[in-house]
């Protein structure tokens, strides 16, 4: 069955850096668009990045854009975004995801921006 296993999630200083690592199983991630997503406190579930299935196609939410940077290895199955100069309002749980809204998604690591 379909596997996403986040991680990297942790507390960070504003303006600091941070980097997430998804982990995929269960199905052929090179054929794959893969996401992320967040949901912070309160809130719904909010896009953040996309890839397309060779990485030559990304896209950004314009909260994070500039900021963020989100990546793949096919050979490892593994999806990653960079987080640079990181704001409170980042602060979120962050999931992976095969689809935009979020249906099939990992368990979510948790990023806490604060001094």
């Known amino acids: 069955q379909v596997q996403l296993v986040e991680s990297g999630g942790g507390l960070v200083q504003p303006g600091g850096s941070l980097g997430l690592s998804c982990a995929a199983s269960?199905?052929?991630?090179?054929?794959?668009?893969m996401y992320w997503l967040r949901q912070a406190p309160g809130k719904g579930l909010e896009w953040v990045s996309f890839?397309?299935?060779?990485?030559?196609?990304?896209k950004y939410a314009d909260s994070v854009k500039g900021r963020f940077t989100i990546s793949r290895d096919n050979a490892k199955k593994t999806l990653y975004l960079q987080m640079e100069d990181l704001k409170s309002d980042d602060t979120a749980v962050y999931y992976c995801?095969?689809?935009?809204?979020?249906?099939?998604r990992g368990q979510g690591t948790q990023v806490t921006v604060s001094s």
């Open positions: 995801a095969k689809d935009k809204n979020g249906n099939v």
């Open positions: 269960g199905f052929t991630f090179s054929s794959a668009w």
């Open positions: 890839i397309s299935m060779g990485g030559q196609t990304t």
